[in-house]
């Protein structure tokens, strides 16, 4: 094995490389029966009010479960879904799933549905929103859907003519992993969302950080003065949520506020929490 030419190490035989090219050709198989056999799952993780810690709505996260390899992570499986162009006819029922379980919620709960490049690019995508809404009769107030970054900079054409197409039926776009791409601020400016989501990766040191407790502040201000509702994502200490609190971020996600959990569970969580105020603004 070459061990000080680094860019010469694939060129010998590998035997842990050699088994991540086996799970990854297995998964991809794999994949494409999953849908089909129900293999996957919806949990739902609380979007929580910073103010007064009232559940609002739900992010909607994809879970497999495998025969063989165990339970596979979205991180894992979602990349190669998008390669493999997998994705549409998994996207396609995320959308469907969470509208149908959403729609029994009460109705002041929302949810949101991350959206994937390929995906958001679709020609399919907005009659399959639309239909997914109908069928459920989920209100489109109540459905959110996420897109990160790296949509945005992959594509130029027509994605201000989905975003804006998406919006008049009503729904929410929300940029997720804000913070994590290369042009952040100019895709406030050229596109219209909702909602930021600011990544964790700001957020799990943002005690000791003076310098990206700095940016948040400045991110939850601009977000503000544009409008737009801001979460934090991955709270996971009373002391992150403190920080976030006095920052004025509004909306909260991260597991000291709820680990994602199943449909059941989390509208027992959200029963518990007093919420008949007016309907909130997500
Ligand atoms: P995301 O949309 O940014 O979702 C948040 C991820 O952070 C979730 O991981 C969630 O479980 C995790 N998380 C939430 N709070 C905390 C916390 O306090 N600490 C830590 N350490 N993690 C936290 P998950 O479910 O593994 O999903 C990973 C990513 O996979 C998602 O990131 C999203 O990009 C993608 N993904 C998940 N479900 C779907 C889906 O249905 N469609 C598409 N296209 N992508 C999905
Ligand atoms: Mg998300
Ligand atoms: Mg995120
Ligand atoms: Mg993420």
Same mark, same amino acid.
């Given at each position: 094995?070459?061990?000080?030419?680094?860019?010469?190490?694939?060129?010998?035989?590998?035997?842990?490389?050699?088994?991540?090219?086996?799970?990854?050709?297995?998964?991809?198989?794999?994949?494409?029966?999953?849908?089909?056999?129900?293999?996957?799952?919806?949990?739902?993780?609380?979007?929580?009010?910073?103010?007064?810690?009232?559940?609002? &709505?739900?992010?909607?996260? =994809?879970?497999w479960?495998h025969?063989?390899?165990?339970p596979i992570s979205?991180?894992e499986f979602?990349?190669?879904?998008?390669?493999?162009?997998?994705?549409?006819?998994?996207?396609?029922?995320?959308?469907?799933?969470?509208?149908?379980?959403?729609?029994?919620?009460?109705?002041?709960?929302? =949810?949101?549905?991350?959206?994937?490049?390929?995906?958001?690019?679709?020609?399919?995508?907005?009659?399959?929103?639309?239909?997914?809404?109908?069928?459920?009769?989920?209100?489109?107030?109540?459905?959110?859907?996420?897109?990160?970054?790296?949509?945005?900079?992959?594509?130029?054409?027509?994605?201000?003519?989905?975003?804006?197409?998406?919006?008049?039926? &009503?729904?929410?776009?929300?940029?997720?992993?804000?913070?994590?791409?290369?042009?952040?601020?100019?895709?406030?400016?050229?596109?219209?969302?909702?909602?930021?989501?600011?990544?964790?990766?700001?957020?799990?040191?943002?005690?000791?950080?003076?310098?990206?407790?700095?940016?948040?502040?400045? =991110?939850?201000?601009?977000?503000?003065?544009?409008?737009?509702?801001?979460?934090?994502?991955?709270?996971?200490?009373?002391?992150?949520?403190?920080?976030?609190?006095?920052?004025?971020?509004?909306?909260?996600?991260?597991?000291?506020? &709820?680990?994602?959990?199943?449909?059941?569970?989390?509208?027992?969580?959200?029963?518990?929490?007093?919420?008949?105020?007016?309907?909130?603004?997500?």
């Amino acid at each position: 094995r070459a061990k000080r030419d680094g860019r010469n190490r694939y060129q010998f035989y590998d035997p842990s490389l050699d088994a991540a090219a086996r799970r990854r050709n297995l998964i991809e198989n794999e994949l494409a029966l999953a849908v089909s056999q129900g293999a996957l799952e919806l949990r739902f993780q609380p979007l929580v009010s910073t103010r007064d810690g009232d559940i609002l &709505g739900a992010e909607a996260l =994809v879970r497999w479960t495998h025969s063989q390899l165990g339970p596979i992570s979205p991180a894992e499986f979602i990349p190669i879904a998008e390669e493999t162009g997998m994705i549409i006819s998994i996207g396609a029922w995320v959308i469907r799933e969470a509208c149908r379980v959403a729609a029994e919620w009460p109705p002041h709960l929302r =949810v949101a549905v991350n959206l994937s490049s390929r995906q958001f690019l679709s020609p399919g995508l907005l009659p399959l929103v639309e239909n997914a809404l109908k069928t459920s009769g989920l209100a489109p107030e109540r459905l959110e859907l996420e897109v990160t970054e790296s949509l945005l900079m992959d594509s130029t054409l027509g994605l201000e003519h989905t975003i804006a197409a998406l919006r008049n039926l &009503g729904l929410r776009i929300a940029l997720d992993d804000f913070g994590t791409g290369f042009s952040s601020l100019s895709y406030l400016r050229r596109y219209t969302f909702d909602k930021i989501k600011i990544d964790q990766s700001f957020i799990s040191d943002i005690e000791t950080n003076r310098e990206g407790r700095a940016i948040v502040e400045s =991110v939850i201000h601009l977000a503000h003065d544009l409008n737009m509702v801001v979460v934090a994502e991955g709270i996971e200490t009373e002391a992150q949520r403190d920080v976030l609190k006095g920052l004025g971020c509004s909306q909260l996600q991260g597991f000291l506020l &709820g680990k994602p959990m199943t449909a059941i569970d989390f509208e027992v969580a959200a029963k518990r929490t007093p919420i008949l105020r007016a309907l909130p603004r997500l």
